[in-house]
């Protein structure tokens, strides 16, 4: 019996001595933990982006559980299919596939769960900027026609009907050379198709009305310069060599195309502030214990 009690005891000592040694706490997010594996791991994925430093990867991954706690409590859940996707998307992104981007992981002792952990929880944040933060964002419509005014130049002052002239081919130097021959003879919009007809793989095309604001800048600076029946430089574009001739052009402050384009990048900036701000003020009703 002592026998039978002594071999068990060893046993157990011996299975005991087996077992891998328990992660060590480093962080604790209403009561989830964080562990130095975590970190361990967090770090490697830093390295591959060059970036460093264990508490920032600490901050990192307590900053990410107060995101999918946060999302948790207003019902966002991120399904395995949806950080796969995102998963995919890395792998395109950096133009490898998606075994290539396990492998390269694997081989920086990257665990392929550690950026999943990562994705999961930028994706559950998404979501609660997109229900509760975006909510908070106000534009002042008075602040982007003041903001809109201040950018408008004179040259972005005209409204035209322009027609584009394209000689089809990949901006060759004779492509050029035959729409700077076009430019010289043309004398307005009514016989710019029957010009075009001396050329081959010429081709007029009706662009109808174009406010200056929804025209580059440097075009419209150039047309701004112009008389009706004026026609711009050629410039090389993707199909070929491009002119834009104005047909009808009058004076129109129209601030519709900067406002769009001001309140995209205003949103954009404030939607980031206050959704920072947000992170902030969760993170701070959060119970984190280090």
Request: charge should be positive.
């Amino acid at each position: 019996m002592v026998r039978t009690l002594g071999a068990l005891l060893i046993g157990l000592m011996m299975a005991a001595m087996a077992q891998p040694a328990l992660a060590a706490v480093k962080a604790t997010v209403n009561g989830v933990s964080i562990t130095d594996i975590q970190v361990a791991q967090r770090l490697k994925l830093f390295a591959l982006e060059g970036k460093k430093g264990a508490k920032a990867a600490l901050d990192e991954l307590v900053d990410e559980q107060v995101m999918i706690q946060e999302a948790k409590r207003i019902g966002i859940v991120i399904s395995d299919a949806q950080v796969e996707e995102a998963v995919l998307t890395v792998a395109r992104n950096i133009k490898v596939s998606r075994d290539k981007l396990g492998q390269m992981l694997t081989q920086q002792g990257v665990n392929i769960d550690t950026l999943k952990d990562r994705l999961r929880a930028n994706l559950a944040w998404n979501q609660v900027v997109t229900q509760i933060v975006m909510q908070r964002v106000q534009l002042s419509d008075a602040e982007l026609d003041a903001k809109a005014a201040s950018k408008l130049t004179d040259a972005q002052s005209f409204d035209y009907i322009l027609k584009e002239v394209i000689f089809i081919g990949k901006g060759s130097s004779a492509r050029t050379g035959q729409a700077n021959q076009y430019r010289k003879s043309f004398q307005g919009c009514d016989n710019a198709v029957q010009l075009s007809l001396s050329y081959t793989d010429a081709a007029v095309i009706d662009l109808g009305r174009r406010h200056a604001t929804q025209l580059p800048d440097a075009i419209a600076k150039e047309l701004g310069g112009l008389n009706v029946g004026g026609i711009t430089k050629p410039r090389v574009v993707e199909q070929g060599v491009s002119m834009l001739a104005i047909c009808q052009k009058s004076e129109a402050k129209d601030l519709t195309f900067i406002k769009g384009n001001i309140q995209a990048e205003v949103g954009q900036d404030a939607l980031k502030a206050e959704a920072a701000a947000y992170l902030k003020e969760v993170r701070g009703k959060a119970k984190i214990a280090y």
